[in-house]
């Protein structure tokens, strides 16, 4: 969450969702992203704060999150899936919870390689071999123009 320019949509309230109409916060992060990338996002949170998120009902008591119709399928929430990420932030004040938005702008980069290390003594005693293997990898949001993310008022 610390990519720079990555468009940012705050709650108004502090540590917390409006008490009236906390959806339109939602409803505003999903417009403020171009419609190409609107239509290819995806929502991204914990599992914390989709639990405050799901209980959220419409005027006629519908949830706004809907369930999957199949098995293994995805919620969304305004037509997006909802992807469950353990390391984004709960709510609280002045920190990130949702992030929505495409994700053809953020990249995983492989390096060229893979070193392995053949260790036949450690388990020598028990007749086996050891291998140690490291790979390098990174990633970052190549288009930050492609996301908007939610901070929660300090």
């Known amino acids: 969450?610390?990519?720079?320019?990555?468009?940012?949509?705050?709650?108004?309230?502090?540590?917390?969702?409006?008490?009236?109409?906390?959806?339109?916060?939602?409803?505003?992060?999903?417009?403020?992203?171009?419609?190409?990338?609107?239509?290819?996002?995806?929502w991204l949170m914990n599992r914390n704060t989709l639990s405050v998120i799901r209980q959220w009902k419409d005027g006629e008591g519908r949830y706004l999150v809907l369930d999957p119709i199949t098995a293994g399928g995805v919620l969304t929430l305004l037509g997006r899936p909802i992807v469950e990420m353990p390391d984004m932030d709960d709510i609280g004040a002045?920190?990130?919870?949702?992030?929505?938005?495409?994700?053809?702008?953020?990249?995983?980069?492989?390096?060229?390689g893979l070193s392995t290390l053949r260790d036949p003594y450690s388990l020598a005693t028990k007749g086996q071999v050891r291998f140690h293997a490291r790979k390098r990898v990174g990633a970052d949001v190549t288009h930050p123009d492609r996301f908007v993310k939610l901070k929660v008022a300090a």
Not at 94 to 112: A, E, M, T
């Open 1 to 42: 969450m610390t990519a720079t320019g990555i468009k940012e949509v705050k709650t108004g309230v502090a540590a917390a969702f409006p008490s009236t109409n906390p959806a339109d916060v939602i409803i505003g992060m999903y417009h403020a992203i171009a419609t190409s990338h609107a239509q290819n996002g995806a």
């Open 94 to 112: 002045g920190k990130f919870p949702i992030l929505f938005g495409d994700l053809s702008g953020y990249r995983i980069i492989d390096r060229v």
